[in-house]
């Protein structure tokens, strides 16, 4: 997800996918890094979520499958 504004930018986001998902790690790029840096996990329902795209940054978001 890339958010080229000064204004965080809501995502909202629904996996089309047979494979449920239960959480996701996230990586950034912003202005004060300039490698990935891990920023930390939240969880996910019914292969559904909201992401708040911080102000001109860069996300990574891998998604974790749930175990069956």
Do not use: C, E, W
Not at 35 to 64: E, H, R, W
């Amino acid at each position: 997800a890339i958010n080229k504004t000064q204004t965080v930018i809501p995502a909202n986001v629904a996996v089309m996918q047979g494979a449920g998902f239960k959480s996701a790690q996230v990586y950034q790029l912003t202005k004060n890094s300039r490698t990935p840096q891990a920023v930390g996990t939240f969880g996910i329902a019914n292969n559904k979520f909201t992401y708040q795209m911080p102000v001109l940054s860069v996300s990574l978001l891998v998604l974790d499958a749930a175990q069956n």
